[in-house]
């Protein structure tokens, strides 16, 4: 939720390390520091915050709240926009979140006739590699897939869809074998960034290598380390980079 409290100008004391190396942020966390990606109540304690936003589940958030009021955020179940309007509730920027939120909507406005017209009735999928397989993914939980379905209106193969938009779940997993099943006319994919896996496994495969969009090189290389968060920040870069790739198909 870095991004939020960036867009809103509220910087915070201290961000998970995830954050830090977030390329999006460069220059915004300036004398912010690091509370890794376990952080300690200790390291907490000692920024001495005001307020801790954390995620519902986290271990230890009887402990968060003997250092400071804690917000305990369930993921997905507002979007972004929403979201971004109840962060501006709770610092006291109102203002600032129902502007960005007008801003951000004037943007896709302008963009979607452009977009809808260069896609046409291609399918997208966004797809991560990973140890096991792919993670396929939908329409609420990073990677671009908010803009790519909600706000461009964009479609998923049927079986993608299925699995990761109609479900509620926002992804699902799939064997290589699955692969031609979810793969769209126009692929956004990244390394899974919860692993160490090597992508090549995937990306070097006669499988992939054979899908439609692979061979119409229509396959867009996503951030692994910016482009798995939805905050205001990330989605302001997103956009730029998913209309331009989805302008550039012919």
Known sequence: YTGYFLALGVKPVGVLEGAMENPYFEGMLNGVESVGSEPSPEKILSLKPDLI??????????????????VAIEYGKK??????????????????????????????????????????????????PYAKGLYVFGHNFGRGGEIIYDEFGLKAPPEAQKE????????ATISMEKLPEFAGDIIFTC?????????????????????????????????????????????????????????SVK
């Open 191 to 247: 390394p899974w960034s919860g692993d160490t896996s090597d992508p090549n496994i995937v990306y070097d495969n006669p499988v992939w290598k054979s899908l439609p969009a692979v061979k119409a090189g229509h396959v867009f290389q996503l951030n692994p380390k910016a482009d798995t968060y939805n905050d205001p920040v990330s989605l302001e870069a997103q956009l730029k980079f998913i209309s331009d790739s989805l302008l």
């Open 79 to 128: 979007n972004y926009k929403d979201q971004m309007l109840d962060f501006g509730k709770l610092t006291g920027k109102e203002t600032e979140a129902k502007a960005w939120v007008e801003q951000w909507e004037n943007k896709i406005n302008e963009l979607k006739p452009k977009i809808q017209e260069a896609v046409g009735s291609k399918t997208v999928s966004i797809l991560n």
């Open 53 to 70: 936003i954390t995620y519902t589940g986290t271990d230890g958030i009887d402990q968060l709240e003997q250092i400071a009021p804690v």
């Open 164 to 171: 990761a938009i109609d479900s509620g779940t926002g992804w």
